[in-house]
């Protein structure tokens, strides 16, 4: 019997983790399809956009990571975590306030993958990913992990 409830335990937390990671990848994808759209036509605009003080793709960086906030809130209420730890308002305010905190930390990655790391665009046979478009997605990998965390403990109810 003990072993059917740790079982059943094992299963429902490898669900959160499958469902986070679902959510994630499509709010990935609405911030990485968003940052290269907005990353072509922003310079168009604004020409400082491409290199603003020694700070590359400021705008596309910040509108577009919004546009991935929002989506993984509301996908994260919806699929991946039970809510009732706080009021919705409170809880609202805890997502965005962790939220500004991944988003400082994923512009600074960012910064540091397309000054230092990836110095060229890589050619994959059938897609040449781009500088810009490496870093973006190396820098949301990485605050992601950090994002579960402390959703799931601070936020959300486990």
Sequence with gaps: MQSRLNMKELLLKQKQ???????????AAVEIGSFKILSVYLPQIFSQENNFHGIHFPL?????TSCGIFTNYFLSIWFVFERGKHSKRKEFAYFMSVSFFSTILSLTFFQVFFRFIFV???????FVFSREMLS?????????????SVKKKVIFNG
Aim: charged share 10%; glycine share 6%; proline share 0%.
């Design 17 to 27: 983790v499958l469902l986070f990671i679902f959510a994630g990848a499509l709010s």
């Design 60 to 64: 596309s960086n910040i509108f577009s």
């Design 120 to 126: 060229d665009n890589i050619d994959a046979g059938f």
């Design 136 to 148: 973006k997605i190396s820098a949301i990998l990485l605050v992601s992990v950090l994002n579960y």
